[in-house]
């Protein structure tokens, strides 16, 4: 296993490479004209404007060697400069990615717990009540569109009954802690802000939740049928037999072996949701990385494209990477794979 | 039976942290008087630098931060005074003298003086950013003394007092900027490097100064508190970036926010809060069609007499029915209703059958199919994609069916300037009051944007000349009647062209807490944060 593990970083960077370059080019000859987020579309026809834009930022040169400079920077930890923050990319990226990663972490939190739950009772009350209404359930998270469900869990939650925050971080009024690590709970924690943690707590159930309910549907499906397909099993019917309570069965015999499957697919969605998130990111005004994303190619944000690919391309060879741990963990069959 | 002491711990908790994330009242939250004031709006911030910002949410901000030598009364009319207690004009328009108020300090103190002045109109002129184009006239700055300033421009410009109320011309601490990168030479454009110090900093005059600002998250004023003028009521303001109309509408309805600003018409007619006010007030943005005979791919020749059939066509009033839903006007020409020159404009006319006749006598009895390019947004509270789809069952009506090609703003942006698109949709918002804007922008006049995808010198009709030597009257003026005059027939020129045709110009909607009081939309500065008061 160990063997795999170092093959998989050693490729890493050249896999990343790869992905730098298809989206350096693919940025360079799509349609459209980067130059409006930074002169705005009136000046485009002033000729000592545009002129003076393209040399500040870099434009005038050939893609070859556009490409070359944003290599050998890349090489030196520089991902350039937005055209449109007009910050470095590098700032942007630390700036947003604690904020998405903090989201996706606690919808990860919420999918997953409340999928494997509605799926020990879905496959255990298999054709019941029960399981249809869990299913059911799951079956809206995914399908029902993300942003509207958020404005719906708005308007209930904060316009109605007042019980949850807005959109935010954190009370728009309210000062945020110093940043030290961007994970707005833990750098309350950290600033000794009990209320600060409370707040920035319940500034993020709401958009979890959202979030993690679409994740729900995708868990419950996948770990239900595989609890079904464990759950019938000769090992069950020996535990069974030799006389294991219905929850031991359930939750040490079935569960723990149905969710070797499952982990495939919680760590490609994790790592989809980081650059994923955005219609969350959106109607929740929460400031990460996929609003970051899509702002970035609204505007043609050429470094800010590129530094985004970089991250979601880091975020999946990682997760496949850890993906593939977990499965070693998990299965003893897959420890001494080569 | 009793809990193990672990499990009741921790669910003793979670319970304890549960009940603190529900049930701690709103209330808590809520605004508080001497708290800052929380503006909602989708933010399309560039830059924070005066010379290089241009955008709407940049206007808010340099207008609260960075005083201007003049500014643009409540009338939206009038010139008044500002940095410069008072001016001259010399009789050809030419040369402007200002003389700045001796009370005028920057926020650390230190008096604005000629020399600042100097230093940041060169260098919103050599800075080359996007509002650069502002000084485009302007010859020499010469700083008489402390207090005295005379400007010169290469040719008559009347409208050079309209453009110094412009929040970009917003004047610069030129000692501070200076020691942190910035500068005011001719090679400005690439040797200024204070872009990145003025996100974290501010160098003004205005009523607030810059606290913090998070790009996609929020920008955060505080009070002035060395103002040299009336010092604003609130402490400090927040300007939170919240994208949807209908989040900004709950933020508002929940208290989070106190201002909401693109909450559309339709989403205000959702919102049932006695403490919340929506005012719909006639707006200076408006969205057209633009037909280009010059651009590649016009199915037909695209010759006067298709064009007055296209705009006989189009049901205007439908248009802002279906639009807005009537919360909106009809705009007769490329220059908005309202500003110079606009007084007594025909309105668009409506005639289908007209449209048809017209049609007909250019060769074109049943019509014929061309494409309708529109940037995919929603701009101004008008989808443009429903707007699209009116114009495509208007012209329906008459023969000429359009396929839409809806396409990101950027595409949109690049396409209208080459190969060009032979009709299209657009929308516009002034940068500072006067109309000399719309006339470079949409005139036919040698060079401008709009003629050169139109075919100005090649098309007969639009020779440029004639309208060249309007705009130059209307420059030359030396009184506000010959200035209405020299407008009004640009007004009707560019009317009788037919190829910008305004659609709409949507109503902005204002909406705010009951609390709040002063808002009001500028048609220099969006909204002046500086007159806000709360309760």
């Known amino acids: 296993m160990l063997k795999v593990v170092v093959r998989r970083l050693l490729v890493m960077p050249f896999l990343l490479l790869g992905i730098v370059t298809a989206t350096f080019l693919l940025a360079q000859f799509t349609k459209g004209n980067p130059l409006i987020s930074i002169i705005g579309a009136r000046n485009l026809g002033n000729a000592e404007i545009v002129a003076a834009a393209k040399a500040r930022w870099g434009l005038d040169g050939s893609v070859p060697e556009r490409y070359a400079i944003y290599v050998w920077n890349l090489a030196h930890g520089d991902l350039g400069t937005s055209f449109r923050t007009r910050q470095p990319v590098l700032t942007d990226l630390a700036q947003r990615l604690p904020a998405t990663l903090e989201l996706v972490i606690a919808a990860m939190l919420v999918g997953t717990l409340g999928g494997i739950g509605l799926a020990i009772v879905s496959a255990e009350f298999k054709d019941s009540a029960a399981d249809h209404l869990a299913r059911l359930v799951a079956l809206m998270g995914s399908c029902l569109p993300v942003f509207w469900l958020g404005l719906i869990a708005l308007f209930l939650f904060t316009v109605q009954t007042r019980l949850l925050p807005g959109p935010g971080r954190l009370d728009i009024r309210a000062v945020a802690p110093p940043p030290v690590t961007g994970f707005m709970l833990v750098d309350t924690l950290l600033a000794g802000d009990g209320a600060g943690f409370v707040d920035a707590l319940r500034h993020l159930v709401l958009p979890a939740a959202v979030l993690g309910w679409s994740v729900m549907g995708i868990v419950t499906r996948m770990v239900r049928a595989s609890m079904l397909d464990v759950m019938g099993q000769d090992y069950i019917t020996m535990a069974r037999a030799k006389g294991a309570g219905r929850l031991r069965v359930l939750v040490h015999h079935a569960l723990a072996n149905a969710l070797i499957p499952a982990l495939t697919i919680l760590g490609f969605t994790f790592a989809y949701l980081i650059t994923g998130s955005v219609l969350v990111e959106t109607i929740f005004s929460w400031p990460g990385i996929g609003s970051y994303a899509v702002d970035a190619a609204r505007s043609l944000d050429y470094p800010a494209i590129t530094g985004v690919t970089i991250i979601g391309g880091l975020g999946f060879l990682l997760a496949n990477l850890m993906t593939d741990i977990a499965y070693a963990a998990a299965d003893p069959r897959m420890r001494d794979a080569g | ?535």
């Not at chain 2, 009364?73 to 009789?91: G, R």
């Not at chain 2, 006639?282 to 059939?309: C, D, H, M, Q």
């Open chain 2, 1 to 535: 039976m009793a809990l193990p002491p672990r499990f009741a711990r921790s669910t003793g908790f979670a319970a304890a942290l549960l009940s603190s994330v529900f049930v701690l009242p709103m209330g808590a939250t809520k605004a508080a008087a001497d708290g800052p004031l929380v503006v909602a709006r989708a933010m399309d911030i560039n830059s924070l630098d005066p010379a290089r910002a241009y955008c709407d949410t940049c206007q808010i901000y340099l207008s609260a931060v960075y005083a201007t030598l003049l500014t643009l009364a409540a009338d939206n009319q009038t010139i008044v005074p500002s940095l410069a207690k008072s001016w001259e004009v010399s009789p050809d328009v030419t040369t402007f003298t200002f003389h700045l108020d001796p009370a005028a300090t920057f926020s650390d103190g230190s008096p604005v003086t000629a020399a600042d002045v100097k230093w940041s109109l060169e260098r919103l002129k050599n800075v080359k950013g996007g509002p650069s184009y502002l000084m485009d006239s302007l010859k020499a700055i010469e700083a008489k003394d402390d207090r005295t300033v005379v400007i010169t421009t290469t040719t008559p410009n009347s409208e050079f007092l309209g453009i110094l109320a412009a929040p970009y011309t917003g004047i610069i601490n030129a000692r501070l900027a200076t020691a942190n990168g910035a500068n005011a030479k001719d090679d400005a454009a690439t040797s200024d490097t204070s872009d990145t110090w003025f996100l974290a900093h501010s160098a003004g005059a205005g009523p607030f100064v810059l606290e913090a600002y998070a790009p996609d998250d929020s920008l955060r004023l505080a009070r002035n508190e060395a103002y040299w003028a009336k010092k604003p009521a609130v402490p400090a303001v927040v300007l939170k970036q919240t994208a949807d109309a209908v989040t900004q509408a709950q933020m508002l309805q929940s208290g989070a926010a106190d201002i909401a600003m693109q909450v559309d018409p339709d989403t205000a007619k959702t919102v049932a809060s006695p403490d919340v006010t929506f005012k719909a007030v006639p707006s200076f943005n408006y969205v057209y069609a633009a037909i280009s005979p010059a651009a590649k791919g016009a199915p037909v020749p695209l010759t006067l007499e298709v064009r007055e059939a296209i705009a006989l066509a189009l049901d205007y009033k439908g248009i802002i029915d279906f639009t807005v839903g009537g919360e909106g006007k009809e705009q007769p020409s490329p220059i908005p209703n309202g500003y110079p020159g606009t007084k007594d404009l025909p309105a668009p006319v409506f005639d289908p059958a007209r449209a048809k006749e017209l049609l007909a006598k250019a060769g074109y009895p049943d019509g014929f199919a061309m494409e309708l390019e529109l940037p995919a947004m929603n701009v101004y509270g008008v989808d443009l994609s429903l707007l699209a789809q009116k114009v495509q069952q208007d012209l329906g009506k008459i023969g000429i069916k359009l396929s839409l090609k809806p396409v990101p703003f950027t595409v949109w942006a690049s396409d209208i300037d080459s190969p060009g698109a032979p009709f299209a949709l657009g929308f516009f918002a002034p940068d500072y009051f006067g109309s000399a804007q719309y006339v470079q922008y949409f005139g036919m006049m040698p060079d401008m944007p709009w003629a050169k995808r139109a075919g100005v010198g090649k098309e007969p009709g639009l020779d440029g000349k004639e309208q060249l030597a309007m705009y130059q009257a209307a420059l030359a003026a030396t009184d506000t009647a010959g200035q209405e005059k020299a407008y009004h027939d640009l007004a009707l020129k560019m009317i009788a062209d037919k190829i910008i045709l305004p659609l709409v110009s949507p109503n902005l909607v204002l909406a705010y807490r009951n609390e709040v009081s002063g808002v009001r939309y500028s048609a220099c500065c969006n909204l002046p944060l500086g007159e806000i008061e709360k309760k």
